[in-house]
């Protein structure tokens, strides 16, 4: 079978492409769409022609893995223009999602007819691009100027019965039989013969359409270019002519292309797909079964992974042995059901069928029959191990015994059981029921197929699964340590907690330290470092966090911490009592204040991020960069377009973040700066963490 077939049945010709996985608009299907349409145009016995698609879905989209390197003939905005200047009527038959490209193909067509569970749309933005084969300027005429920019600038897909309501596609097929209904269709399509959206004007726009659009992307683009180019296309393609527009959006199209912001979000996209598949542990190893759990601890993180669990459709039994505790963890979990049924996320129906799957208890009663029973009290070793040796005596054989630890060794808490190889870390990021990443960590007995059921788990969850090994803050809280020490310094040499906080926004993380810490509660990372006996013998290391936290300041919960919090408001403000503080420790410290530069402030914190990566990469912690770039945009707010600390390395060069790092180490100690290993070799050798 080769990517695009076509058969003739009666009068109707229809070409079907079977690319799999998602019939992606490689080099061989523009070829093959190219091709098939020219004949069926040719042969005198076919009077209309339909394209569907073989497998899951209708095209998602162009080939991104082409994407970056030399394009190959036929591009796909000749081949979308050579469908549509068909003179023959041509018909999408849409299921599944006809996507980006794979919907200006569908738009090129003369009618469009999608499956009643069929999406629509053009979802180029998650990658930094516009529609580039015509969709700026085909969808604003037929939908018009607002609602196409709604769809570009969001890129989410629309279902097929909304794209009826908004004329973007002619019919919804009802039953299964989609090819038979599109034949039926085609009839109509013959008498009325070929309809072509570059024939039509774009409808009257409403006055201050566009300003509305360019107020709406500047909270949330912040700096990323293609958003405003597609508002610029779409102008175009209100004020000139078809031709013109093409040219317009083919240009912008190609800047997009070469940004390194398109770069990053490419590789975000791969990276997520990637994380799945774990070297060493072959398609044959199966989940184990996933229906039921139980959750330990009914604390804020407890009933946030229960409610996350609940609203996957698993049984929950939340435990707690606090009386009280346990009773606010079921308020919470009821409250957080109820502000889904108000914000419209889910149904009434929906809640009440997720209570019914909850219950709660005292005692580990349920333990005995769940699938997994995922511990997620405080960080104390003594209670976590005490805690498994329990479970271990209750739980059937084959459950899975997770532990929410965020810092503590898995294979300590493994070893408190009779059988580690059941025994798995799932770190879930606060809120859980939000946050997307889940850092999977293995021990050094964990079974295969617990690996697997703990990814299977995460996508079950809507979450991103990441597999890392075991050490002291795992990936992600290692890294973070070396991130927010960075960040403490610079307090004491003389940046201003709201200056470090608004040049890492600018540059794009989601928060800035401060107010991350203020958020997170900085007692959580004081207690973590009195537990800990490897810390440097620095009286500068988190000095004024730790000062903060022994004045009672622990951030937002307590209406103060490094900023100022007014009751009720969640928005920091300096506050002139920590500035005095910071400056008076750092006289007593002798540490010499100046004026720090926003480079300085970026580069201190994110490239001691990427010496710690690289170290976690050299002791097989992390298997692969990518998949610590995925744990830093899923779970610590590393800005998606610049694809997460180890990409971002290799954009701008791992041999000038070396000798970045070397500088600093020459000026600023070892003890902190010493570059790692890995850094260093490819530093010195021109090479990339991708290329490992
Ligand atoms: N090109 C190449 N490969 C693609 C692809 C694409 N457009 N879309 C998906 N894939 C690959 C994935 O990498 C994955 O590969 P793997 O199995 O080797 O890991 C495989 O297809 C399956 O993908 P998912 O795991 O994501 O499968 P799902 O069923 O969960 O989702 C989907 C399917 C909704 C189609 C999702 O893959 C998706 O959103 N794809 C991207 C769609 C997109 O962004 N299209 C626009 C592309 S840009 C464009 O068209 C420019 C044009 O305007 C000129």
């Excluded at 799999?20 to 004949?39: D, H, M």
């Excluded at 909270?219 to 270019?225: A, F, N, Q, V, W």
């Excluded at 590789?267 to 989940?287: D, N, T």
């Amino acid at each position: 079978m080769s990517a695009v077939n076509i058969e003739r049945h009666g009068r109707i010709s229809l070409i079907v492409v079977d690319n799999p996985p998602v019939n992606a608009l490689s080099q061989t299907v523009r070829a093959g769409l190219e091709k098939y349409i020219e004949e069926a145009e040719a042969d005198v016995e076919c009077d209309a022609i339909i394209i569907s698609c073989a497998g899951r879905t209708f095209i998602a989209g162009a080939d991104i893995k082409e994407f970056g390197k030399p394009p190959l003939e036929p591009f796909l905005p000749d081949v979308v223009s050579r469908i549509e200047a068909c003179e023959k009527p041509v018909i999408a038959a849409i299921h599944g999602t006809a996507l980006g490209g794979g919907f200006e193909i569908a738009l090129a067509c003369h009618y469009r007819i999608a499956h009643a569970t069929a999406a629509v749309g053009l979802p180029e933005v998650h990658l930094g691009l516009l529609p580039g084969a015509s969709g700026t300027q085909r969808l604003p005429r037929l939908v018009g100027a607002g609602q196409a920019m709604a769809m570009m600038l969001s890129g989410k897909p629309v279902k097929a019965r909304e794209a009826l309501e908004l004329g973007a596609i002619d019919r919804v097929a009802d039953s299964d039989d989609l090819l038979a209904e599109a034949t039926r269709f085609a009839e109509d399509c013959i008498k009325q013969g070929p309809r072509r959206i570059c024939d039509m004007k774009v409808a009257e726009t409403e006055p201050g359409v566009f300003e509305t659009a360019r107020k709406e992307i500047a909270g949330k683009s912040r700096g990323l270019i293609s958003p405003e180019l597609i508002i610029q296309c779409v102008e175009k393609a209100t004020s000139g002519g078809f031709e013109e527009g093409l040219a317009f959006e083919r240009e912008r199209f190609l800047e997009c292309m070469a940004s390194p912001q398109s770069d990053g979000l490419r590789h975000a996209f791969f990276a997520e797909r990637q994380v799945g598949k774990v070297p060493g542990i072959g398609k044959a190893v199966s989940s184990r079964s996933l229906e039921s759990a139980v959750v330990i601890g009914a604390g804020t993180m407890g009933s946030g992974i229960a409610y996350a669990c609940l609203s996957a459709g698993m049984s929950v039994t939340l435990v707690d042995n606090d009386d009280a505790g346990l009773a606010r963890g079921v308020k919470s979990i009821e409250n957080l059901f109820s502000g889904g049924v108000q914000r419209g996320k889910i149904s009434e129906a929906d809640k009440e069928d997720g209570l019914n799957r909850f219950s709660s208890s005292l005692g580990y009663g349920n333990v005995a029959d769940a699938d997994i029973i995922i511990e997620a009290v405080f960080e104390n070793m003594a209670i976590k191990k005490e805690i498994f040796g329990a479970i271990d005596k209750i739980a059937k054989p084959g459950a899975i015994l997770a532990t929410n630890t965020s810092t503590l060794s898995i294979d300590e808490i493994a070893a408190a059981t009779g059988r580690p190889g059941d025994v798995i870390g799932l770190h879930f990021f606060s809120p859980a029921h939000i946050m997307r990443l889940l850092e999977i960590v293995r021990g050094e007995k964990t079974a295969d197929d617990v690996i697997v059921s703990s990814l299977e788990l995460a996508r079950k969850l809507g979450k991103v699964g990441v597999v890392v090994g075991n050490c002291f803050g795992f990936v992600g809280n290692r890294m973070l340590y070396c991130y927010a020490r960075e960040s403490q310094f610079l307090l004491l040499e003389g940046a201003a907690p709201e200056f470090i906080d608004q040049v890492l926004f600018d540059w794009g993380m989601a928060m800035g330290p401060n107010a991350v810490g203020d958020l997170a509660g900085l007692d959580v990372g004081y207690k973590a470092r009195k537990e800990r006996s490897d810390l440097p013998d620095d009286p500068r290391f988190y000095r004024v966090a730790d000062m903060l936290v022994e004045m009672g300041r622990y951030g937002q919960k307590t209406g103060k911490g490094m900023y100022l919090y007014e009751a009720g408001s969640r928005k920091p403000l300096p506050d002139p009592e920590v500035a005095k503080l910071i400056r008076d420790e750092a006289k007593r410290l002798g540490v010499a204040r100046r004026d720090i530069s926003a480079e300085e402030i970026i580069e201190r914190c994110v490239y001691a991020l990427i010496n710690e990566g690289a170290r976690i990469l050299d002791e097989g912690i992390a298997r692969k960069s990518a998949d610590i770039d995925v744990i830093w945009m899923n779970g610590y707010g590393f800005p998606r377009h610049r694809g997460g600390p180890m990409h971002f390395a290799d954009t701008i060069g791992t041999d000038r973040v070396y000798a970045t790092i070397c500088e600093f180490r020459d000026r600023f100690g070892p003890l902190y700066w010493e570059p790692s290993k890995l850094l260093k070799e490819l530093g010195t050798s021109g090479g990339k963490f991708a290329d490992l």
